[in-house]
């Protein structure tokens, strides 16, 4: 997909705290415990956000589920990932599947996707690619910055739009996959974000800042105790080329198992497919 716009496309210890509180401080310190673990946490939201994605890094790794959907002219569809991603190589490796196909053709083998610094590879991509050859995009050329283009958010660039956070609030505490997260919910600016951001992400994120119809991107994420992010959901919108409607697309990204095992190796040479790519 080229500038041009191709295819207009988250307790045990707490209960130990809590007790040793109130064997120590008595009944008014244990009240004043549950205060602090209820109430809102310190810190300006803002600028927690801002840093979120640095824990990411801290944390090495994780494994990721992801979740986009697209609604236009009444019509919604929801492509599906899952995977893993290493935070501090900037590397990831997604496994995406597309919707049903509307006529009721046999289900769509999943494409498996590579996420790296600048470019993004895809194997099983269909329109008249040999099956044993990867696509390889270069994502500086993608209006989106790779934010929808895969059918998935870069889980990092993804953390990275928070750089922008223009405002937020705290909604509360919950539970996210049985993890106690903070919940935030705030706005971010794509253009704030890409001055901000890491080398690899200021290009893509830069370029989603003017190819999206507004660089204002809603969100909610969820923050565990140490600073990491379970789950971020963003709130994009385009407009289709073809017919100049807004699309609203609807990004979640579930990260958890922070350490896992994230061997991605990027294809040679000469199993990149170098041929014309059919419209589809």
């Avoid at 995977?83 to 509307?102: A, H, I």
């Avoid at 923050?223 to 017919?243: C, P, T, Y």
């Amino acid at each position: 997909m080229a500038r041009r716009r191709q295819h207009r496309r988250t307790h045990g210890m707490t209960a130990v705290v809590g007790v040793v509180c109130c064997v120590g401080l008595g009944s008014a310190g244990c009240a004043r415990s549950d205060a602090v673990t209820q109430g809102p946490p310190a810190g300006d939201p803002v600028r927690v956000l801002r840093s979120a994605a640095d824990a990411l890094v801290d944390s090495g790794s994780s494994q990721t589920r992801t979740s986009l959907e697209m609604a236009t002219g009444g019509t919604r569809v929801t492509i599906r990932g899952e995977g893993v991603y290493d935070y501090r190589r900037r590397l990831g490796r997604l496994k995406v599947l597309l919707p049903q196909d509307p006529a009721g053709a046999a289900d769509r083998r999943p494409i498996t996707e590579l996420l790296a610094p600048g470019a993004l590879y895809m194997k099983n991509r269909g329109a008249g690619v040999p099956a044993d050859k990867w696509v390889r995009v270069d994502t500086a050329t993608l209006s989106d910055g790779n934010l929808v283009t895969g059918g998935a958010t870069d889980p990092f660039a993804a953390a990275e739009v928070l750089r922008g956070t223009r405002s937020a609030t705290f909604v509360g505490r919950t539970e996210v996959a049985g993890a106690r997260v903070r919940h935030y919910r705030g706005i971010a600016d794509l253009e704030a974000a890409s001055r901000e951001a890491s080398e690899v992400n200021r290009g893509p994120l830069g370029a989603a800042a003017k190819g999206f119809a507004t660089a204002r991107v809603p969100f909610d994420v969820y923050l565990d105790d140490e600073g990491r992010i379970r789950k971020i959901r963003h709130r994009f919108s385009f407009v289709n080329g073809e017919r100049q409607e807004p699309v609203a697309v609807a990004s979640t990204t579930l990260l958890y198992d922070f350490g896992a095992p994230a061997d991605v190796r990027l294809p040679e040479d000469e199993d990149i497919y170098a041929g014309r790519i059919a419209q589809e």
